[in-house]
């Protein structure tokens, strides 16, 4: 469901009834192919119809949220003196901030004196991530999808300067239908990721808490007219001879 952003940016510092804005509910794993045989080589970034967005971003690193500029994802803001960032991989891995392994404590005690369910926010730093695509004019008819799947620990996606869509829930997949925010010809994703968010209260677990963009990221197009979502049931005959599969 559609919605417009809260004031102040809330949805990550203090709001925890906010997970998302604008995100595509979740759904079965599933790719379209163009056809069959494409469909049976079992390769979901083969599909014709998905185009993987991994590799080299433009990147710049923050210390909180008050540093970082507002209008970064604009087309016309100038980032050639930006770092270049792998995707996917935690910017920790790649010399910016430092790994925190947390087993017992929260990782921002002893910085910051804050209580659930607020998030830290002068030691919080924030990645800014630029990545410039191409869409043909084909592409403008299709419904055209925008994934992440796995970004700590929240994010504003920006698409030509417009910021249209939030998400947290560090291991889970986030999708946006950006169709009506793409023109023909270049295109500016912006992807702005605050390292701690209200989720990463009940996301402290004993483990190393990281940062950034650290799984795939891929647009994929489907038909104006679309399958979203399936299950599949299946159960034995009353004689446990057949078996039966409703879709």
């Known amino acids: 469901m559609e919605r417009n952003f809260t004031d102040g940016y809330t949805e990550w510092q203090s ?14 794993t599933l790719m379209p192919y163009e056809d069959f045989e494409e469909a049976k080589k079992a390769d979901r970034y083969a599909s014709s119809k998905c185009k993987l967005l991994n590799g080299k971003w433009k990147f710049k ?8 500029p507002t209008d970064f994802a604009d087309p016309n803001y100038d980032t050639h003196n930006w770092d ?7 910017w920790q891995m790649q010399g910016y901030d430092q790994p925190q392994y947390c ?3 929260y990782p921002w005690e002893g910085s910051e004196d804050i209580t ?58 986030a999708e946006f239908d950006i169709s009506r925010y793409l023109k023909e010809g270049s295109n500016v994703i912006g992807v702005e990721v ?49 078996g039966y599969i409703n879709v």
Request: with cysteine; aromatic share 14%; glycine share 6%.
């Open 15 to 28: 709001n925890p009834e906010i997970v998302a804005v604008n995100k595509l509910p979740q759904h079965a």
């Open 61 to 68: 690193l923050y210390k909180n949220y008050a540093y970082r």
């Open 84 to 90: 270049t960032i792998t995707v996917p991989c935690s």
């Open 103 to 105: 087993n017992v404590r």
């Open 116 to 173: 659930p369910p607020n998030a830290p926010v002068k030691h919080n730093p924030v990645g800014c991530y630029i990545k410039k695509i191409k869409i043909n004019e084909a592409t403008l008819s299709k419904r055209v999808v925008l994934c992440f799947e796995g970004v700590e620990s929240a994010f504003y996606l920006y698409i030509n300067g417009e910021r249209i869509g939030y998400s947290e829930s560090t291991f889970n997949r």
């Open 194 to 242: 605050y390292r701690w968010c209200t989720g990463s209260w009940l996301e402290c677990q004993d483990m190393w808490r990281l940062g950034g963009i650290f799984r795939d990221v891929y647009i994929y197009t489907t038909e104006r007219e679309y399958i979203r979502d399936f299950e599949i049931h299946a159960e034995p005959d009353s004689q446990l001879h057949d």
